[in-house]
């Protein structure tokens, strides 16, 4: 069974850092290429960055480029994401999930739809 557990998110002041990371079971990272998607309250969920099955792509939206920095650990069946220099437009639930890299810049959710409970990321002063 696939099972995605996101943790790491917290409270953090404009500019600050966190790191989250999911923790995949049911599947192994060369499976699939993984991504982190982010849910400002009210809004649909997009794509921030994702990083191909063989770890040779990576993509990031532009509002995060230079920001955000997606890795995995396959030893660990672990995808993380760096967020430095935070921004209160940040602000939301962060998931990852299955995904399909298109173009350079774009991470569309697998179609299956596989989703954990997200992590929640709040940037405030």
């Known amino acids: 069974q696939l099972q995605l557990d996101e943790s790491g998110g917290g409270q953090v002041q404009p500019g600050g850092t966190l790191t989250l990371s999911c923790l995949v079971s049911?599947?192994?990272?060369?499976?699939?290429?993984m991504g982190w998607f982010h849910q400002a309250p009210g809004k649909e969920r997009e794509g921030v960055s994702c990083?191909?099955?063989?770890?040779?792509?990576?993509n990031y939206a532009d509002s995060v480029k230079g920001r955000f920095t997606i890795s995995r650990d396959t030893a660990k069946n672990t995808v993380y994401l760096q967020m430095n220099s935070l921004k209160p437009v940040d602000t939301g639930v962060y998931y990852c999930t299955p995904t399909v890299l298109r173009g350079d810049s774009e991470c569309v959710a697998h179609p299956d739809g596989y989703w954990g409970q997200g992590t929640q990321v709040i940037v405030s002063a």
């Open positions: 049911g599947f192994t990272l060369r499976d699939y290429s």
């Open positions: 990083i191909s099955s063989g770890g040779g792509q990576i």
